[in-house]
């Protein structure tokens, strides 16, 4: 891990997508067939579609869920009760996850502006129910409490073509200590899938926001574990 | 051809997102919280909807699927939907430029070795083809004229290389009017912008033989990345291989462990992907050059060979 530019004493949003990042960039310029030939054709099919989409999404909009997570409680609440702004991020930085640590420069971000947040995201944010937001508001304390999971053991369950995967989760001193696979009705051995808990606690620790070449298995695994850590929130 | 809804938080914080299952997989579409939401909900419901859609037409498990029913007129030109054929006509044309080493044709191959399940149903999709044709991709017609697709010879066409990746950058388009974003869908991931710390996102990528491991991680912005491996969904009989099979000889190829691609879309990402896992770790790495994209080829022995672009994107 290179240091990367992350504002969390400034105070500033992130950065633009300018100069800075653009070495990340894969050569795009380089018109070359394939390439160029799959960026048409997605715009063909998406330009053709545009209009049809909307209706659609209206209906699956209704039926899935969208799961708030804790940095919009922190962020509701700043925005809801200026005053206790400060004392709110200063309890929430101290998290004990590391997939949180990088979000606490935005927490810092947003509480230094605390109106600005609030008229950008509290109408966008709460679109649905405005009940979520007088929660967050009445649980602000605990909502900084936990940002780290609550102790306990959890289970959960994911579901892939093989067969459910069921996992128990043991949280102990607010963190994911163990998440071993207790069901599994897959067509593979348990032997197998076994080898998967030491790897949702290494990531625990690898500074990573995404994983590429997941299997359908290891996609189950993870729902179950996330499913299981949902309770803990 | 429903979308079960099965919401569940995303392990990443600062993120608005949705997790749906849609083909054979967990796809997440989410966006960073701290932009302007406005319509973030409605816009990553559509994205999450294209994955049904391209599913529906290219589904090579479902009879019903506009893929399966073009076996129905075998030798005419079929008109199609524009998922369809925008699907097939890429997929055509890597197969092309890869010498065959990428082809679209092997549904029927697949079967045969056992990947005839549909994920949903459990119910398996036996294809009834005489046992001694081989097809290739040359079997396969377009007409860009007039959006046809015309099959030479019985065949059951495997888009999967190509769909999940066209889902993914549809998927993309809904979700680029917001700053910064991600879409995963069982390991190919399209972000835009950059993570809830402002940095550029960090891609682990999944070690082929180490679960408690990642093989490197890389910097990313407004980029795809696909990841395949010789781990992923190996056949129930595990001496038939796994799913990647060589086109010409109808047999699991043993030189590459994984490949990793890098494209600006993760239609090209995937799809030239698997050729390069065919065409081995050599060939593989230059054709991948060739292309214009970074890409990562493992055997193995966890030797690397990478292309010249991939180093810089390492963390």
């Known amino acids: ?233 | 051809m429903t979308t079960p809804a099965t919401a569940h938080p995303t392990p990443i914080a600062g993120l608005l997102s949705r997790t749906i299952v849609q083909m054979d997989t967990f796809i997440t579409v989410g966006i960073v919280r701290g932009g302007q939401l406005a319509g973030s909900e409605a816009a990553l419901a559509r994205a999450g909807d294209w994955f049904r859609r391209v599913e529906e037409a290219c589904s090579r498990f479902d009879p019903a699927s506009e893929v399966r029913r073009l076996l129905d007129r075998v030798g005419e030109p079929v008109p199609v939907g524009d998922i369809l054929y925008e699907a097939t006509a890429f997929a055509l044309a890597v197969a092309e430029a890869s010498g065959g080493a990428f082809d679209p044709t092997v549904g029927q191959r697949l079967e045969r070795h056992g990947f005839d399940r549909d994920y949903r149903t459990g119910a398996t999709s036996a294809t009834p083809l005489a046992d001694d044709i081989t097809p290739t991709y040359r079997d396969l017609h377009l007409d860009p004229a007039r959006r046809t697709v015309t099959l030479l010879r019985p065949l059951v066409l495997d888009l999967g290389a190509v769909a999940k990746g066209l889902a993914i950058d549809l998927a993309g388009r809904e979700l680029a009017p917001y700053r910064d974003w991600l879409i995963e869908a069982g390991g190919d991931i399209l972000v835009g912008g950059h993570n809830p710390a402002g940095a550029p996102w960090r891609v682990g990528i999944r070690h082929p033989r180490r679960d408690d491991a990642l093989l490197t991680t890389l910097h990313l912005t407004d980029a795809a990345v696909c990841t395949s491996g010789d781990y992923e969904r190996r056949a129930a009989d595990p001496a038939a291989g796994h799913h990647l099979l060589d086109p010409r000889s109808g047999d699991s190829p043993a030189a590459v462990a994984s490949v990793t691609v890098v494209a600006p879309t993760a239609m090209a990402a995937d799809a030239l992907g698997t050729a390069a896992f065919i065409l081995g770790p050599r060939r593989g790495s230059r054709f991948l050059a060739r292309q214009g994209v970074a890409g990562l080829l493992v055997v193995p022995d966890l030797t690397e060979y990478p292309t010249a672009d991939f180093e810089r994107l390492r963390a």
């Open chain 1, 1 to 233: 891990m290179s240091s990367p530019p992350t504002p969390s004493t400034s105070g500033r949003p992130a950065p633009g997508k300018g100069g800075a990042t653009s070495p990340h960039k894969p050569k795009q310029a380089f018109a070359n067939g394939l390439v160029a030939l799959s960026s048409a054709a997605v715009i063909a099919v998406y330009a053709a579609g545009y209009a049809r989409t909307s209706t659609a999404a209206e209906q699956v909009q209704a039926v899935a869920a969208v799961i708030p997570t804790s940095t919009t409680a922190a962020t509701a609440t700043a925005a809801a009760t200026a005053t206790s702004t400060p004392t709110a991020t200063a309890t929430i930085a101290p998290t004990s996850i590391p997939q949180s640590a990088p979000a606490t420069g935005r927490r810092g971000a947003a509480a230094a502006q605390p109106t600005a947040t609030a008229t950008a995201s509290a109408p966008a944010a709460s679109s649905g129910p405005a009940a979520a937001a007088t929660a967050t508001t009445r649980t602000a304390t605990t909502t900084a409490a936990t940002a780290a999971f609550k102790d306990g053991t959890y289970t959960g369950t994911g579901t892939s073509r093989h067969g459910n995967i069921g996992v128990t989760v043991i949280v102990q001193g607010g963190k994911l200590t163990s998440a071993e696979i207790t069901d599994c009705g897959t067509r593979y051995p348990c032997s197998r899938i076994a080898t998967l808990p030491a790897q949702a606690v290494a990531r625990q620790g690898a500074a990573v926001d995404l994983v590429s070449g997941a299997t359908d298995s290891t996609n189950a695994y993870r729902a179950a574990v996330n499913a299981a850590l949902a309770q803990a929130r």
